[in-house]
């Protein structure tokens, strides 16, 4: 997989793929040594850090839910001036 997208823009679902390269340091590191292990400790924090990646699935739910809110106002707006034009006869 051929990717250079920032792991704070990615939509690709490419976890594994912006993970690795830190787990391989991670694992490069020599855990009996102090010095390493707070490094380990480090990047694993460091990686936790990163925000989410989302799917482009999520992207659909968002966007789908932005429509059904958008619908839910519309639909609110029409009924009300539906009760309103019934109210004036
Ligand atoms: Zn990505």
Known sequence: MRTNCP???C???HGAYH???FLLIAN?????VPKDRKRAKY???F???KPPMKTER???QEKLAGR???ALVQLGREESKELDSQDER
């Open 47 to 49: 990686v936790d850090s």
């Open 68 to 70: 059904l809110q958008r």
């Open 11 to 13: 939509t690709q679902g």
């Open 7 to 9: 792991w704070e823009d």
């Open 19 to 21: 993970r690795a390269p």
């Open 43 to 45: 990047i694993a924090a």
């Open 28 to 32: 490069g590191l020599n855990r009996r």
């Open 58 to 60: 999520h992207e659909l």
